[in-house]
T-cell receptor, first 116, second 116 residues
């Protein structure tokens, strides 16, 4: 069974600083994908970034990067130059990729608060 | 940009009533999902659907729940006899395929269900 763990219920950061949101995962399947989603107070789920288990390089998307450490089974999200609009709940998620329609399993989330 | 749309955005119902939540996935997507999020908690997988049948479901998805793709565009979640604990935000999601580089799910804005 797959499991995602986010141990930080809340994080606080000043505007323009970088912040790292932690995520560890557990799976016995060698082929999997790791995802980060942002959920602002309005409730929608916004896809941020994806990392495949066979990808050699860490994924980056603008100010978002994923610090993928396969041996440690961690997939931390790094947000550089935080903005007020980054204040939201952030979910780490994982799915196994070798079967049709497999579920995306989410962690409990981390609430990020960015202050000016 | 194509998006997943959900209706209604908010529904209030009496315990024991039937509820149908509707979703229009992105048109060329093949996999469809329902998730729920009880207020302040993590996003939980309910069911995935592919090729007009359920491909995976969680233990939450019991006999009270059913899904259907009645007309090739809509994807519905039915709760036959709602309980208080069914109160949650229900998210529909779709994905283009199950390949390694197409794993992300695209979520709708959610339907908030309140059971009184």
């Amino acid at each position: 069974a797959q499991k995602i763990t986010q141990t930080q219920p809340g994080m606080f950061v000043q505007e323009k600083e970088a912040v790292t949101l932690d995520c560890t995962y557990d799976t016995s399947d060698p082929s999997y994908g790791l995802f980060w989603y942002k959920q602002p107070s309005s409730g929608e789920m916004i896809f941020l970034i994806y990392q495949g288990s066979y990808d050699q390089q860490n994924a980056t998307e603008g100010r978002y990067s994923l610090n993928f450490q396969k041996a440690r089974k961690s997939a931390n999200l790094v947000i550089s130059a935080s903005q007020l609009g980054d204040s939201a709940m952030y979910f780490c998620a994982m799915r196994v990729l070798n079967q049709a329609g497999t579920a995306l399993i989410f962690g409990k989330g981390t609430t990020l608060s960015v202050s000016s | 940009e194509p998006e997943v749309t959900q209706t209604p955005s908010h529904q209030v119902t009496q315990m024991g009533q039937e509820v149908i939540l509707r979703c229009v996935p992105i048109s060329n997507h093949l996999y469809f999902y329902w998730y729920r999020q009880i207020l302040g908690q993590k996003v939980e997988f309910l069911v995935s659907f592919y090729n007009n049948e359920i491909s995976e479901k969680s233990e939450i998805f019991d006999d009270q729940f059913s899904v259907e793709r009645p007309d090739g565009s809509n994807f519905t979640l039915k709760i036959r006899s709602t309980k208080l604990e069914d109160s949650a935000m229900y998210f529909c999601a779709s994905s283009p395929g199950q390949g390694y580089y197409h794993g992300e799910l695209f979520f709708g804005e959610g339907s908030r269900l309140t059971v009184l």
